[in-house]
């Protein structure tokens, strides 16, 4: 899998400063090391009995951390902070990890806040910069949302952001955002390139969704999965109290549904899961609806969770984008709402039907104690990847290994649940759904 792929990372130039972070370079003394450059980890964990290929440098993932030797000077630095896109919890957990260690570890004090995501850049909003320092975030990870303030859009008028960067004489900037954050990231870093200017460009990914490609968990999936099965708990005594009870509840996921099959494997107690990657009927002797009623006419509750993006390819009957470049959705939680109620009139049977979407609630959360700590390592691994001038990169959790991953392959592609995977198969078992709810017309 990994010989598709080139790992290399781009690096600004030599490095000649010695940092100002004591470490050891001696294993075995009790003391933390820096990491070196030759310190690698495989893409795969899967292996196959017999020869293996020799490893080449571009097929393997270099390892994030501390160098003993910096590109730039602590004292000259001034740093960027930038987070875009929707909310997410731990946003503000990155942004205070990020100033801490640039303040604490390398003694850089001059450290800028964009506001209002790379519009913050562009000189018609006037939007202005927050001066950042430990004072002033050292609260902040308790808080939902971000304390930077966040937008869609902008990440397009690349000449005017580098202009503002060159004007603000940047030296690095970190961007904590998701896909459509990070394409605009590498096309700063390339306009960066073009003007042959030494700014370093560190993405943090940032989607609930966990829908990013090569890396293991987005931070905020966690809390998310977290929220949603507070939220299906409820939907589901509201269910079980009444005649015939429905809980339908959306969740998150554009284009995965990995929160939807999260949440019902934690839950223990969905008996639907309906995400895009699975297509499915409503109607018919296989469909959806078909086997709704028979749950409902055996155990007369039933509880259904739907991620946002499934049956897309059925609802849009136009493509419209949002100011970030994403695809706007129809509401598929509304309208399954609605068929299931008019398809149970039709029947003449009784049912009670609770639908909630808690997605607004789930994303502005603060990070639960298991984001918040990844929210601090990817933090701080951004920082010492960008002081020793690495570029053009996403920090990343891979085979529980922080590293290194260039942009470009990051956004090559997004990640999915397998429908023929053991993470999917465990959903069926969980939840005793058909393996698959489509009329075969040849029956």
Avoid at 81 to 108: A, E, T
Avoid at 226 to 238: G, L, Q, R, T, Y
Avoid at 305 to 329: F, I, R
Wanted: charged content about 25%.
């Amino acid at each position: 899998m990994s010989e598709s792929y080139d790992f290399t990372i781009e690096e600004l130039g030599k490095r000649s400063i010695k940092s100002p972070i004591v470490m050891s370079t001696v294993a075995g003394d009790m003391v933390a090391n820096y990491v070196t450059d030759d310190e690698f980890v495989r893409m795969g964990a899967e292996v196959k009995l017999g020869a293996q290929p020799p490893l080449k440098r571009s097929g393997v993932l270099e390892c994030a951390g501390p160098r003993e030797m910096l590109y730039f000077m602590p004292a000259h630095v001034h740093a960027g902070i930038v987070s875009c896109g929707g909310l997410c919890p731990g946003i503000n957990d990155v942004i205070r990890s990020i100033v801490r260690c640039l303040w604490y570890r390398y003694g850089v004090t001059r450290i800028s806040g964009i506001r209002y995501g790379y519009k913050g850049f562009l000189p018609e909003y006037q939007y202005g910069i927050k001066t950042l320092d430990p004072d002033s975030v050292d609260d902040i990870h308790k808080l939902g949302g971000t304390y930077l303030g966040s937008a869609r859009g902008g990440g397009k008028e690349v000449s005017k952001i580098v202009d503002a960067m060159e004007q603000l004489n940047l030296n690095m900037l970190f961007t904590i955002g998701g896909d459509g954050t990070q394409r605009g990231t590498l096309e700063i870093a390339e306009e960066i390139d073009k003007r042959r200017l030494k700014i370093a460009m560190i993405g943090i990914p940032k989607t609930v969704d966990n829908d990013f490609a090569l890396i293991q968990r987005s931070f905020g999936f966690d809390t998310a999965v977290d929220k949603a099965v507070e939220v299906v708990a409820a939907a589901h005594m509201e269910a079980n109290s009444a005649i015939n009870g429905i809980g339908l509840v959306k969740v998150m996921g554009r284009e995965s549904g990995f929160i939807a099959v999260h949440t019902a494997l934690a839950s223990h107690e969905v008996n639907f899961v309906l995400i895009p990657e699975v297509p499915f009927n409503l109607e018919g002797y296989n469909g959806f609806l078909h086997h709704l009623e028979e749950r409902i006419t055996e155990r007369h509750h039933a509880l259904v969770v739907v991620a946002e993006g499934a049956m897309q390819d059925q609802l849009l009957t136009e493509k419209k984008l949002d100011a970030g470049g994403n695809l706007k959705m129809a509401d598929v939680g509304t309208y399954l709402r609605d068929r299931i109620n008019k398809y149970f009139d039709e029947k003449k049977i009784e049912v009670n039907l609770k639908y909630i979407d808690p997605s607004y609630i789930i994303r502005s959360a603060p990070a639960n104690p298991s984001d918040s700590i990844y929210c601090e390592r990817l933090g701080d691994a951004a920082v010492h990847a960008a002081m020793a001038g690495k570029t053009k990169l996403i920090i990343g959790l891979v085979n529980n290994e922080f590293v290194h991953l260039p942009i470009r392959e990051v956004i090559s592609h997004r990640n999915h649940v397998d429908p023929e995977g053991n993470l999917w198969r465990d959903t069926l078992d969980a939840t005793h759904q058909p393996p698959l709810m489509v009329n075969r017309f040849d029956k």
